[in-house]
């Protein structure tokens, strides 16, 4: 493969939002990487009777950065600003 097959990077967000656009996009991500971590964990326990610890700290980490990520809106809601949010989603492609 080429390199420019191995990694990619994609444009996620780009942009400037009012505090309650920049809520509802930060933490709907946030919740749908928690759920998709619940789920997995779920499947795990029900397919292999064993907890996903990775999963599980994810999670932990996940609702931190969730609960950093309001206070950070409320700031700026208070502070009467918007917030200028860029992500990108890098992918590297590795061998199985």
């Known amino acids: 493969m080429t390199d420019e097959l191995d990694a990619q990077r994609f444009r996620l967000i780009s942009g400037v939002f009012y505090p309650d ?35 599980v700290k994810r999670i932990n ?15 700026a809601e ?4 918007k917030l200028s949010i860029s992500g990108n989603i890098d992918i590297t492609l590795t061998p199985k």
């Open 21 to 55: 656009e920049a809520n509802q996009l930060l933490m709907t991500l946030i919740e749908d990487k928690i759920s998709f971590h619940q789920r997995n964990n779920w499947s795990r326990r029900e397919r292999f009777g064993e907890t996903d610890a990775a999963g």
């Open 61 to 75: 980490e996940l609702r931190q950065t969730k609960a950093d990520l309001a206070a950070l809106v409320e700031a």
């Open 78 to 81: 208070a502070a009467g600003m």
